[in-house]
């Protein structure tokens, strides 16, 4: 099932990124998609709403493994769904809410260097790459995913480690981008070895969806060179069962082998997760699959996501009666990242709900001021 070349490489390089291009992939599949929602509309209304020249805030891509994954035998159209929502852009995606932020969490202000996030004192965050397998329509990255920055320069990898050296209350370094899994094995190894110099005890978090996205990234040659290291975590973005593959979890299969730990993040999203009964399954597979549950998000504000946000009070409904539904382990933490850098807090337990007013709810951030989240 893993792949023994770099055929991954082809993969990525030929994902879907036209609409032509996904017109011409979905007439593969049956496309009588019938409900709410279709893909053939939703592509008719994106062209109508997109004169020549227009880009959606994020770029389109989407790789033929994924796109694949909504049509295998046997899922049931709220899954097919479920899948599609997270790729295929919507022109809903042009309209901003007067909420919605273009540095939804702030961190503008904590990046100390080029391609650095330091916003919590013992750990901080890498932009490695500005690539993705799948551009998620829900992304919060939007500012930087898919902007052509590139791939981490030699230079800010330096300069970077240095920071590090400088800053000995950092323990933890994720690599986040878009996702680091879209550099080479060489990239990754040149990253990783840097940052061990420095510290050769500092966890490193790869932050990736390639396992969800293109599980064949997960190559022998790949856990063998990350085997060699200790500390080594992953924390992947399944959002949905269907998502837990065979293919996928085969490859987080081989990656806890090579001794790397493997996590997940899942955001809610509107049409794609938000029922109790669709998140129990999706943290039973990962469970089966190996993987510790760790974060259940609500959605970031950003720019062009109103329409697969959920709202936080039926979020809050939902993360409650998953409570009663499963088991310890494969209960996430249900946590909101406070818009304008407030930071991750729990909910509803670990953060107090201040008040609610006009529609909105008023949390004290991790800096103990005050923060609002629209309540609808
Ligand atoms: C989420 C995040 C982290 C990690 O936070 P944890 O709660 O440890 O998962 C670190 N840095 C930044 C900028 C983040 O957004
Ligand atoms: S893989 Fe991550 S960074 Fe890339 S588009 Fe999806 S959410 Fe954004």
Redo the contacts with the bound molecule.
């Keep these: 099932m893993l792949n023994t070349d770099n055929s991954w490489h082809e993969s990525l390089k030929n994902r879907i990124t036209s609409l032509p291009g996904l017109i011409e992939a979905l007439k593969e599949y049956d496309t009588g998609i019938t409900g709410t929602y279709s893909p053939a509309k939703e592509l008719e209304l994106w062209l109508a709403e997109n004169p020549e020249g227009r880009r959606f805030c994020?770029p389109f891509a989407v790789t033929r493994y994924y796109l694949g994954l909504a049509f295998r035998a046997g899922l049931q159209e709220a899954d097919r769904l479920a899948v599609l929502r997270q790729a295929i852009p919507s022109a809903k995606e042009y309209s901003f809410t007067p909420d919605e932020l273009k540095d939804p969490l702030g961190e503008n202000k904590y990046s100390p260097c080029s391609r650095f996030i330091h916003r919590y004192p013992d750990r901080a965050l890498i932009l490695t790459a500005d690539s993705?397998?799948?551009?998620?329509r829900?992304?919060?990255?939007?500012g930087f995913?898919?902007q052509l920055s590139g791939a981490l320069k030699p230079g800010e990898l330096s300069e970077i480690c240095s920071y590090i050296e400088e800053h000995p209350e950092i323990n933890e370094i994720l690599l986040?981008?878009?996702?680091p899994l879209t550099l080479s094995d060489s990239r990754i190894l040149e990253i990783v070895r840097s940052i061990k110099d420095v510290r050769s005890d500092i966890v490193i978090r790869i932050c990736s969806?390639m396992p969800v996205?293109l599980p064949s990234r997960i190559t022998p040659e790949f856990t063998a060179m990350l085997s060699e290291f200790s500390g080594i975590w992953m924390v992947t973005?399944f959002n949905t069962s269907p998502e837990v593959s065979a293919e996928a979890a085969a490859a987080v299969k081989e990656m806890i082998k090579a001794g790397v730990p493997v996590l997940n993040q899942t955001v809610l999203l509107r049409g794609v997760n938000d029922s109790s009964e669709q998140l129990a399954r999706l943290f039973r597979a990962l469970l089966s699959a190996g993987v510790k549950p760790y974060y259940l998000f609500q959605g970031d504000l950003a720019r062009g996501t109103s329409h697969l946000r959920v709202p936080l009070e039926k979020s809050l409904e939902i993360a409650a009666e998953l409570r009663t539904m499963v088991s310890g382990m494969a209960m996430p933490k249900f946590a909101v990242d406070l818009p304008g850098g407030g930071g991750k807090v729990t909910l509803p337990d670990g953060c107090e709900i201040i008040r609610k007013e006009n529609n909105y709810y008023y949390f004290r951030g991790t800096d103990d001021r005050e923060y609002s989240y629209p309540a609808d």
Excluded: N, P
């Design positions: 994020l993705c397998g799948v551009f998620c829900h992304c919060f990255r939007r995913s898919g986040s981008g878009g996702d969806r996205v973005h």
